[in-house]
């Protein structure tokens, strides 16, 4: 009988410790962010990216990747501020299937380097937006750990392109007024 209660007080001692074990996913998803961190995303909980002010909860993740040095203004119009949300029926049609512009669409020159993210990123990803801030993903982080850094690479891809178009045109300027 003895044996019995030091079982039981055992038991009741050692079980609290038990529930603060992670389980599989909360392992991924703090991978996944460890990964993020060392990719240099900055990371937050966020509403849904298509929510109206005071909806949703913050149920999604952004995953921001911030410009890389300047961010000087540049002069071709929407190249650094928009967003595009996949699977809402709010906003305004894109050319990418299931993809909707919320507020302003990007510059018609990123159009193909757009799609080409689009069709690279997690099929889990909910958004895609160029901010002052940087490039950011939203999703609920549902995938694998290797989709970061999948991720990290369109984005850096992007982020050189808008950059390559927004030095091109300055240059451009530049020639044109003497």
């Known amino acids: 009988m003895t044996y019995l209660l030091i079982a039981l007080v055992m038991a009741i001692i050692v079980s609290p410790m038990l529930w603060l074990r992670q389980t599989p996913r909360q392992k991924l998803v703090s991978a996944m962010r460890q990964t993020a961190a060392r990719e240099g995303f900055h990371i937050r909980l966020v509403n849904p990216p298509d929510a109206r002010e005071g909806e949703g909860h913050l149920e999604y993740v952004s995953y921001t990747l911030p410009w890389r040095g300047k961010t000087p203004q540049t002069p071709l119009p929407r190249m650094e501020k928009w967003l595009l949300v996949s699977d809402t029926r709010r ?88």
Not at 102 to 129: C, F, H, M, T, W
């Open 91 to 178: 906003g305004d049609p894109s050319p990418w299937a299931n993809w909707q512009w919320l507020g302003r669409e990007a510059n018609p020159v990123l159009d193909v380097p757009i799609g080409d993210v689009i069709r690279n990123l997690p099929a889990s990803v909910k958004g895609l937006e160029a901010s002052a801030t940087g490039l950011s993903i939203y999703w609920q982080e549902r995938g694998k750990e290797s989709d970061v850094a999948v991720m990290a690479e369109q984005l850096l891809l992007l982020m050189s392109v808008i950059r390559a178009v927004s030095k091109g045109s300055q240059k451009e300027e530049i020639e044109e007024f003497p």
